[in-house]
């Protein structure tokens, strides 16, 4: 049966945005069929073109503003909302903080959980600038070499020099291996032909250390012209500590290939967070964000409530980044991960900063944390980190077995912690404080937050 829809592509319509997707987009209802909207928001009264209709939905761009919201601000570069680099752009910076604390409340009265309560975002002083690495596709585009983002969307390239979340050192590097890259004539990757040689530019930069690594990954084995383009970056980035060619030869939407290979300087460079120094190589996962990293997991240790008597389970551990925070006061710290240079460099960490309480093991979480079960281990406090899909039901009730008096769950999806939470319940664990939102990604719609659960 065919589903009678009332708009219809190209046609415009007058309209008040009600509400505000979890991807930044404004929402308009016509007839009760909702219509999606970028650089919209809502209380705005709008003319809606239509640009695509299916059986439950449509999108739809804005034609004319007839009144606008008090909370939005006039981007100064329709590219960074285009291209997704910052799709909250347009709304004031306590309005995106209200947003992000607002869709966690959603999820929970959803969820029929309004017993629990969310605290404001915990914002940036400066909520922009912020991003310690950057990984840039290049292209050719009309006959130049070019670095950018792409649409949002699509594979189309927008050339962009000024990245507005990412540190501007880093952009002025980008800029400097983009014009040697042309004064060489090194041909971009052709994702139609596999030809071509370079696929992205990475640039890492260090907050406290302001040590730089500028990553070049190519299709190829050679890079052409590599002498002259090394002494080129060595004079151009001041701040520079290691160049690197990675090998991405695979037809593939991979950023990074598995080799790779120091072309000057050394294999990795280094970063503090909570004190802690942490090296940091081309395929480490380190955090994108580390002020508000660093508050993010202040935050969690703190409602750890560590003493120095604890033993500690940190699922999902990475480069040992909370574990190791959490070390310097428990007792004990086990760490897991599936990844494992992750594990190798979590271990090189522990042992750089002389931390000798905190094991890590290589694994999926779930199954590690059954092994752990069936060998009697008693963690006190175990904190979970996991990536958006949440976590495996066996992981919960894995947990629920060995019984620690508090769970803390660092989350980057609100919609799977509410699911979790409801999944701790029947294990016996309730959330006793007031949720806590992290602005880790101002400008987008991301939320983190920290939830503490405890034993009935």
Known sequence: MKVKVPVHKNEEYQATVVDLTYEG????????????????????????????????????????????????????????????????????????????????????????????????????????????????????????????????????????????????????????????????????????????VIRTVMVRRGYYSHEVMVVLVTN????????????????GVPEVKSIVQNINDKKTNRLLGDKNKTLWG????????LGIDFAISPLSFYQVNPQQTERLYQTAIDNAGLDGSQTVIDAYCGIGTISLAAAKHAKQVYGVEIVPAAIEDAKHNAKRNGIKNAKFVVGKAEDQFAKWQAAGLKPDVVIVDPPRKGLAESLIEATGKMAPEKVIYVSCNPATLVRDIQRFAEQGYQVTKPIQPVDQFPQTTHVESVTVLERD
Request: proline share 6%.
């Open 266 to 273: 050394k294999d990795e460079i280094h970063d503090q967070l």
């Open 220 to 235: 190829t084995k050679r890079l052409p012209m590599e002498k002259q383009i090394v002494a080129g970056i060595v004079d």
């Open 25 to 196: 987009n404004g929402v308009v209802k016509v007839d009760d069929f909702p219509v999606f909207v970028p650089n919209a928001l809502p209380g705005e009264k709008v003319t809606v073109r239509i640009t695509k209709v299916t059986s439950h939905f449509a999108w739809g761009r804005v034609m004319a503003w007839q009144t606008k919201s008090p909370d939005r601000v006039d981007v100064k570069d329709k590219k960074y909302i285009q291209t997704g680099i910052a799709p909250l752009g347009h709304l004031k910076y306590d309005a995106q903080l209200k947003f992000k604390q607002h869709q966690i409340e959603e999820l929970l009265a959803k969820a029929h959980r309004e017993d629990i309560k969310v605290l404001p975002t915990m914002g940036m002083e400066k909520p922009y600038h912020y991003r310690n690495k950057a990984q840039v596709p290049v292209k050719l585009i009309r006959g130049q070499l070019e670095t950018g983002f792409y649409k949002r969307g699509s594979h189309n390239l927008v050339p962009i020099e000024d990245f507005y979340i990412q540190d501007p050192a880093i952009d002025q590097a980008i800029v400097v291996v983009r014009d040697l890259l042309r004064r060489f004539h090194v041909t971009p990757y052709d994702e139609q032909t596999g030809k071509g």
